[in-house]
């Protein structure tokens, strides 16, 4: 089994050390390893789940379905997405065979354990003013214990660091709702939750770390 004894230097050291990570399971299914990727400089760190099947093939993450979503949502707040970092709480695709597709499978509190090595490590080089967590497994990396989304809507928390944390749906969500007036409302919270996120990027460091 491969483990990281020592913290890497730098991003590009990093990613090279996920690729040969072996801390739990999910590397032996997976095609390859999604490690975060985006601006060194950022001052807004963006936490998803896991990578899905799009992002597994092409070893990047947020490009699929969930991703376009999150681009659209990036665009509408005015963030740019090249000014801001964009990770994962588990760095491997998690999947049920189910003839030729693959399915998402939610990871479970191990797995989540096992990778939160790697995104303390992003979030120590990367140093972000402010984390969005983008659903229920990325809050539950970041605070280390399981929390509701809804009882993080509509306020900031700060981290053990001092760093606020934002938490909101993951983008995948809004492809679930087959209601349009409901999904309608849906975007409507996210986007109020990144407009949340951008003005503690725009506030510095100072002023993020010191909200409520």
């Known amino acids: 089994m491969f483990e990281a004894k020592v913290r890497a230097a730098s991003l590009n050291q990093l990613v090279r050390q996920e690729a040969q ?11 390859q390893v999604v490690p975060g990727e985006g601006n060194r400089d950022a001052t807004l760190m963006f936490v998803g ?41 588990v760095k491997h695709f998690k999947f049920e065979p189910r003839g030729r597709k693959r399915l998402h499978k939610r990871p479970n509190a191990g797995e989540i354990e096992s990778c939160k090595w790697w995104l303390v ?8 003013t402010a ?37 909101t749906i993951h983008p995948s ?10 999904r309608a409302d849906a975007w409507q919270s996210f986007i109020a939750d990144l407009v949340r996120s951008r003005k503690l990027m725009e506030a510095g460091p100072s002023r993020a770390r010191g909200s409520e």
Not at 21 to 31: G, N, V
Not at 68 to 74: G, K, Q, S, V, Y
Not at 121 to 128: C, H, K, S
């Open 131 to 167: 984390i969005v967590a983008l659903g229920a497994t990325a809050v539950r990396s970041l605070l280390g214990r399981p929390m509701s989304i809804s009882s993080l809507r509509g306020r900031t928390i700060t981290l053990e660091d001092g760093t606020p944390l934002v938490g």
């Open 49 to 89: 789940e896991q990578p899905g099947d799009k992002e597994d093939l092409a070893g990047k993450p947020f490009v699929g379905p969930a991703g376009h979503i999150f681009d659209e949502a990036l665009v509408e707040v005015g963030i740019e997405r090249s000014s801001i970092f964009v990770t994962n709480a």
């Open 21 to 31: 990570c072996t801390r739990c399971p999910l590397y032996r299914d997976a095609t």
């Open 121 to 128: 490590q992003e979030r120590m080089l990367i140093a972000p």
């Open 173 to 182: 969500y809004l492809l679930r709702i087959r209601n349009a007036a409901d």
